[in-house]
Structure formats: C-alpha cells, structure tokens
C-alpha cells in the first residue's frame, strides 16, 4: 500500500495551495481518508477526512470554513484545498487511510510553509 502525498510549497498569508494524495494497493473507495499536519516542534493533529461515499466530511476548527477535503474514487485519490492560509498552517502534511476505527495506513508528507 502506497499513499503520496504532493502539492505542498511555499505561499504567502491569504494564498491557496491544493494537496493530492494518490494512493494505490488498497481498495480507495472502501476506506475513510483523511488529512493530518506537523508543524515544527508540535505532535501531529487531524486537519480533515472524508468518508468513503463523500457524504460525511469532519474538520479541525483551526481550518473549517478555509479547508476542503475532496476525494476522487475513479483516481484513487484524495485532495486538500487549503484557502485563506496562515503562518498557523506551516507544516508538513499528510494523508491517512482508515478502514475501521484507527488510521492503517499514512503517506510521506509534503511540506506547506506559510509565509507573513
């Protein structure tokens, strides 16, 4: 099972970025994915998931109403559009598959720095 994550970069306070994450060894459209972020010197917290039929989305309250979570289950892959950014959002971040009630299986992580 592989998820690879992409789409991070450098971006000035009140730009937009878009995260994808393409996974491959799993049945997609089975499993809950989500998203999930480090900033430097902080533990990872959940940012967003999306059940596997689209019709449930839950977000953090740091980003709800700047973040949207996407999924395509024809590609296999599940998307993050990150408006409105903040310094606060500076991370790396990373997707996550869940079938069941933990998290089986995380991406690498790609990088998002927010500049003031």
């Known amino acids: 099972v592989q998820l690879q994550a992409s789409g991070g970069g450098l971006v000035q306070t009140g730009g937009s970025l878009r995260l994808s994450c393409v996974t491959s060894g799993l049945t997609f459209r089975r499993y809950t994915l989500g998203w999930f972020r480090q900033a430097p010197g902080k533990e990872r917290e959940f940012v967003a998931s999306?059940?596997?039929?689209?019709?449930?989305?839950r977000y953090s309250d740091s980003v709800r109403g700047r973040f949207t979570i996407s999924r395509d289950n024809a590609k296999n892959t599940v998307y993050l559009q990150m408006n409105s950014l903040e310094p606060e959002d500076t991370g790396v971040y990373f997707c996550?598959?869940?079938?069941?009630?933990?998290?089986?299986?995380w991406g690498q992580g790609t990088l998002v720095t927010v500049s003031s």
């Open positions: 996550a598959a869940s079938w069941g009630n933990s998290w089986q299986y």
């Open positions: 999306i059940s596997n039929s689209s019709r449930m989305t």
